[in-house]
């Protein structure tokens, strides 16, 4: 998990996670997933981002089952939600 990943607004399936990138994205880097350079973010960032707005704005819509998300990193859910796991790293 050393390897920086970004994620475009076009390849995220979450309406608010595509707003976050929106948002805090830019395009100096191109998107891991589709090349495209368009604005993107690093997951990294995009975690941290998820981390803060998570209990506020996203928890009702994981479930009950991810509840135990609380204090701790958030990459795995984006990882989950982007539906990509490992299999593009590199
Ligand atoms: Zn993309």
Redesign the pocket.
Known sequence: MNIPKY??H??VPEKYIQKLIKVEGDKENK?S??K?KIL?ISIAKLADLFDEMIDVHYEPMLGSSRKDTSGSDAYPIIIDELQVSDKLAV
């Open positions: 994620v475009c076009q390849c998107c997933y589709c495209k993107n």
